[in-house]
C-alpha cells in the first residue's frame, strides 16, 4: 500500500522572495551614462577626466572594463544628452571637453528622481546608491526627504523576509532574536532547513540592510536638520535686514 503523496507546504506569501525584474534592472553600463551625466552636471571634464574621477571612486563598479567610460560618452553623444569641444591650447594638442546639454539634464533629473523601488533595494543597492549621490543639484529638501522615506520602508519589509527565511535550529544571534520574539513560530515550518553557513550568509545581508536603514534615517534627520539650519539663518538675516531698514527710513 503506497501512502498518499503529499504536497510540500508553500511559504506565506508576504514573506515570498522576489526575483529581480528583468525590466526594471539595470546593466551597469546604463548606469555609467548616467553617472557621467551627473559627474559633467557639476564640471566640464575630458574623457580621460572623466576616466579617472569614476576609477578613483565607489562609482568605479559601474566601469567594469577599461573602456568602458569611452563607450559610454560615446552613446551620450550619438543621443545629444553630451556635446564634445574641441578646446585648443598653445603648443598642445586640442582637447575635446564634454558639455551637458539640456536634454540630458532633463534625462538625469528623471533618473534620479525616480524613487527606490523593492527590487533594487533587495538585488541592487549599489543603484539606488548611485541615485542619491547626484540628487542635490536636482531635488528640492521635501524630495529628498520623500526619497528617502521610500528607501527606508522597502528596506524595512525586505529586512522582514530576511528574518523569516533564517533558519530557527541554529543558535546565533538573530535566531535567537526571533525566538525571544516568538514572530518565527508561524514561518519556520514552512522553510526547508539552511546549514549554519548558510544562516550566517543570510545575516549578513540582513545585517547590511540593517546597516543601510541605520544609515537613511540618520540621512533624514540631518538632511532636516541643514534645512532648519538654512531657514534660521535666512530668517536671521530678514530680520537684519528689515530692521536696517527702519533704521534708515528714521534717519
Avoid at 506569501?13 to 551597469?28: G, I, L
Avoid at 576609477?55 to 553630451?82: I, M
Avoid at 519589509?157 to 516568538?182: G, M, Q, W, Y
Wanted: proline share 7%; aromatic share 8%; hydrophobic share 45%.
Amino acid at each position: 500500500m503506497s501512502l498518499p503523496a503529499t504536497t510540500p507546504k508553500a511559504p506565506p506569501a508576504p514573506f515570498a522572495f522576489t526575483a529581480p525584474n528583468a525590466s526594471v534592472e539595470m546593466d551597469t553600463l546604463c548606469v555609467l551614462r548616467f553617472v557621467l551625466l551627473g559627474l559633467l552636471s557639476n564640471k566640464h571634464m575630458r574623457a580621460c577626466e572623466l576616466r579617472r574621477a569614476v576609477a578613483d571612486s565607489p562609482l568605479r563598479h559601474f566601469a567594469p572594463e577599461p573602456g568602458s567610460v569611452y563607450r559610454a560618452l560615446k552613446q551620450l553623444a550619438k543621443w545629444r544628452w553630451v556635446v564634445e569641444v574641441k578646446h585648443e591650447k598653445a603648443h598642445a594638442r586640442p582637447a575635446s571637453l564634454y558639455f551637458v546639454t539640456e536634454i540630458g539634464r532633463q534625462a538625469l533629473t528623471s533618473w534620479v528622481l525616480n524613487p527606490p523601488t523593492r527590487e533594487e533595494v533587495a538585488h541592487q543597492p549599489a543603484v539606488a546608491l548611485a541615485r542619491f549621490h547626484f540628487l542635490e543639484p536636482v531635488a528640492f529638501p521635501h524630495e529628498a526627504d520623500a526619497w528617502l522615506t521610500e528607501l527606508a520602508r522597502h528596506l524595512d519589509e525586505h529586512l522582514s523576509i530576511l528574518k523569516a527565511f533564517i533558519n530557527c535550529t541554529n543558535d546565533i544571534p538573530v535566531v535567537r532574536e526571533l525566538k525571544a520574539t516568538r514572530k518565527w513560530i508561524a514561518h519556520a515550518p514552512a522553510w526547508e532547513a539552511h546549514s549554519l553557513h548558510g544562516n550566517l550568509a543570510l545575516d549578513a545581508a540582513r545585517s547590511l540592510h540593517t546597516g543601510m536603514l541605520a544609515w537613511a534615517r540618520r540621512a533624514r534627520a540631518e538632511l532636516r536638520e541643514q534645512e532648519a539650519r538654512k531657514r534660521s539663518a535666512e530668517a536671521e538675516a530678514a530680520h537684519f535686514a528689515a530692521a536696517e531698514a527702519r533704521r534708515l527710513n528714521y534717519l
